[in-house]
């Protein structure tokens, strides 16, 4: 699987867009991104996933380059409940994941 | 999204015995289960792959023989901790594919385990 890079920390202030940026320079075709976070605690909750386009849901927005060697996850209105550890991973469809040290974003008032 | 559950969600036991934790897929059936291990401050870590009604694929450094798996169901994954230690001390997480949800895995809640 490919190797992916995050920064280790970020803060976000409450009510402004959380962008955390993930670095896949190694990415192959038939590799999806994925982004998970984990809250203290807790199980890993899936965020979102894409392979080539650009993808939205209820929870987040997935930015990926052109040349899918990086990406960017988008939390819009960040809250203090946004508060965890995120994890940008790459890998093959329904294959096991391997997760880096991800990033740990704090969202402030 | 899918649900994934787990039982126990905390467990503490004396050095030696054994503890079997459950995962089980509630509105899906998962052909693939993924058993992880968590210590403090650590990212997770993929301990086995396991395919329903076959054997479990064990990653490099896990003991086959001390982490027991079954997936004998659709919906249904053990992990046993054969003669637990301290070291054994961790959370332990599943997650699980499908064919209905065919690129993405959904993880559970996680358990606790505290070996004295």
């Known amino acids: 699987d490919a190797k992916t890079t995050q920064p280790p920390s970020m803060d976000c202030a409450e009510g402004r867009a959380a962008n955390l940026p993930c670095n896949h320079s190694?990415?192959?075709?038939?590799?999806?991104v994925y982004w998970y976070r984990q809250i203290h605690s807790q199980g890993p909750q899936y965020i979102i996933h894409g392979l080539k386009n650009n993808e939205t849901n209820e929870m987040a927005s997935l930015i990926i380059t052109e040349d899918r060697k990086s990406s960017t996850l988008i939390l819009p209105h960040a809250t203090l409940r946004d508060t965890a550890v995120y994890y940008c991973?790459?890998?093959?469809?329904?294959?096991?994941?391997?997760f880096g040290t991800g990033t740990r974003l704090q969202v402030t008032l | 999204g899918a649900v994934v559950s787990q039982h126990p969600s905390r467990v503490i036991c004396k050095s030696g015995t054994s503890v079997k934790i459950e995962c089980r897929s509630l509105?899906?059936?998962?052909?693939?289960m993924f058993w992880y291990r968590q210590f403090p401050k650590q990212s997770l870590m993929l301990m086995a792959t396991s395919n329903e009604g076959s054997k479990a694929t064990y990653e490099q450094g896990v003991e086959k023989d001390k982490f027991l798996i079954n997936h004998a169901s659709l919906t249904l994954s053990t992990l046993t901790v054969t003669s637990a230690h301290p070291e054994d001390s961790s959370f332990y997480i599943c997650?699980?594919?499908?064919?209905?949800?065919?690129?993405?895995?959904?993880f559970g809640p996680g358990t606790r385990l505290l070996v004295l």
């Open positions: 997650s699980a594919g499908s064919d209905r949800y065919q690129e993405t895995q959904y």
């Open positions: 991973i790459v890998g093959g469809s329904a294959s096991k994941l391997t």
């Open positions: 190694t990415i192959s075709g038939n590799e999806y």
């Open positions: 509105d899906f059936q998962a052909t693939t």
